[in-house]
């Protein structure tokens, strides 16, 4: 595919899932990073206004439950989690809620187990949800279902997405996405790990996800998020096969998605296939 073509597709992208991490949402003391949120709700609420259909998947229940009860760290024990996830939960929804309230916009809570789209019946039903709401004007704010997923990983049934880089990929290939943006707390997709290696490289384009490519992802993230980019290149995987453009870059500017649509070089642009 040209740079000419890829630019038009990417500027041309009518449906647009955007998936963002803890570490964007929230400092490195674990406090919600309010500044950065509604920025990434302007810009939102802005290609929203375009006549785009937006599609939010954002990490952090447990992250902003940590903050909101002032737990000097993440629980250790999965019930634990599970309690803290249902209050960040119900915390995060009151601040995206709030935020896109004021640019006049209305979200909507869709929380998702693997084994809902896994099931026939229940993946109908999923896909009629964000028809309905993306129809009524409504963006659907996405993430696991925490609070009650994580017990089918103690019972080894392991019905949950694991990460939402994946769970992204996923929501994107059910609502028929043009373009999956994760916004991540790295600049791209490497050819090693920056952190370890200063003679990293940005790999701009990948056109194709060979054995190379996979060996290039290490397990990159922060101690906030779970998110490596070896969960990224999985979404990349599930994105791409099912034709999604996919780009990684760093959320510490939410402005980068314009950028991005707008077919500028920012980040690491994985091609769909045909």
Known sequence: MENSN???????????VVKVGTSTLTYDSGEMNFARI????????????????????SSGAIGVGVGKLKLECKPKTIREKQAVAAVGQCELMHIYGKFFQEYGHTVGQILLTRDVVENETGKVNVINTF???????????????????????????????????????IVAKLVKADLLIILSDIDGFYD?????????????????????????????????????????????????????NMVIANGDNPKVIYDIIEGKTIGSLFIGRD
Do not use: Y
């Open 6 to 16: 890829i630019r038009e597709e990417l500027i041309n992208s009518k449906r647009v």
């Open 38 to 57: 509604e920025k990434l709700v302007r810009v939102m609420s802005d290609l929203k206004n375009q006549g785009r259909d937006m599609v939010l998947v």
């Open 131 to 169: 028809e309905a709401l993306l129809e009524m004007g409504i963006i659907p704010v996405v993430n696991e279902n925490d609070s009650v997923a994580v017990d089918e990983i103690e019972s080894g049934i392991h019905r949950v997405f694991g990460d939402n880089d994946s769970l992204s990929a």
């Open 192 to 244: 090693c790990d920056p952190r370890a290696n200063e003679n990293s490289n940005l790999i701009p384009v990948i056109k194709e996800i060979t054995p190379d490519v996979e060996k290039c992802a290490g397990g990159i993230g922060t101690s906030r998020g779970t998110g490596g980019m070896v969960t990224k290149l999985t979404a990349a995987k599930i994105a791409t096969a099912a034709g999604i």
